[in-house]
C-alpha cells in the first residue's frame, strides 16, 4: 500500500471511529440490550447493526448509496419509518414495569429467552434501527468521496468497507462485553429500571426529531 492510499485509509478509518463515539440510536440500543439482557443474547443488537452499516456499504460501493441519497422520496421514507420504529421501541420501555427488571443480573439464559428476547429478536432490533437511519448511509457516501475515484482499485474500497464493518461490530461488542463484567453489570441493573426509561425517553426524542425533520420542511 503506498503513502497515498495509506493516507486515505487513516484519514477515512479515524473519522468512522470518531463518529462511532458519538452516541447516537445505535449506542443507546446497543446499551439498552447489554442492560436487560445476557452477553450472547445482546451481541445480537451489535451483529444487527453491523450488518445494517454493511449493506449500506456495499451499496456505496457499487454506487447505489448515491442514488439513494439523492432521491427525496426514499430518503423522506426511511426518516420517517425509522423514526416510528425508534418510537416504538421507546414506548415498550417506558411502558414496562419496575417488577420486570427485579434480579436481572442472576437471572438465567432460559429465563431470558421465555420473556422472547433472543439473539435474534436482538439482531431483528439492531438491524432495523440501523438499515432505517438514513443518516448512516449519508456518512457512509460522504466518507467513500473521498475514495470512489477511479485511481483507487474496487479491492481498496471493498478492504475499506470490511475494516469499517468489523469496527461497528467490535465497538458495540466492546461496549456490551464491558456491560456484561459481573461488577460492572451488578451496578448497572440496579439502575436497570431508570436507565430502559432514561434510554426510553432518549430514542424517543430522537425518533420523534427524525419524523418531524422529514415532514416539516
Not at 30 to 48: D, L
Not at 165 to 187: E, G, M, N, Q
Request: aromatic share 12%; with cysteine.
Amino acid at each position: 500500500m503506498d503513502v497515498t492510499l495509506t493516507s486515505i485509509f487513516i484519514t477515512v478509518a479515524l473519522a468512522h471511529f470518531l463518529a462511532l463515539l458519538s452516541p447516537g440510536p445505535d449506542f443507546v440500543l446497543v446499551v439498552k440490550s447489554a442492560i436487560r439482557n445476557k452477553g450472547r443474547n445482546a451481541i445480537g443488537v451489535a451483529f444487527g447493526i453491523a450488518i445494517a452499516n454493511a449493506v449500506y456499504i456495499g451499496l456505496c460501493l457499487i454506487g447505489v448509496g448515491s442514488i439513494l441519497a439523492a432521491s427525496v422520496p426514499i430518503m423522506i421514507t426511511l426518516k420517517v419509518v425509522g423514526g416510528c420504529f425508534l418510537i416504538y421501541l421507546a414506548y415498550k420501555a417506558l411502558r414496562a414495569r419496575k417488577s420486570a427488571y427485579q434480579n436481572l443480573d442472576i437471572v438465567d439464559d432460559s429465563e431470558i429467552e421465555s420473556t422472547g428476547s433472543t439473539f435474534w429478536f436482538e439482531f431483528f432490533t439492531g438491524f432495523m434501527s440501523g438499515i432505517l437511519n438514513p443518516k448512516n448511509l449519508l456518512f457512509y457516501l460522504s466518507l467513500f468521496t473521498v475514495v470512489l475515484t477511479n485511481d483507487v482499485s474496487f479491492s481498496f474500497k471493498l478492504g475499506l468497507g470490511i475494516w469499517m464493518t468489523v469496527i461497528v461490530f467490535a465497538w458495540d461488542a466492546a461496549v456490551i462485553y464491558f456491560l456484561s463484567v459481573p461488577r460492572v453489570r451488578k451496578r448497572f441493573t440496579k439502575m436497570a429500571y431508570y436507565i430502559d426509561k432514561l434510554t426510553g425517553a432518549l430514542l424517543g426524542i430522537i425518533g420523534v426529531t427524525i419524523v418531524k425533520s422529514a415532514v416539516v420542511r
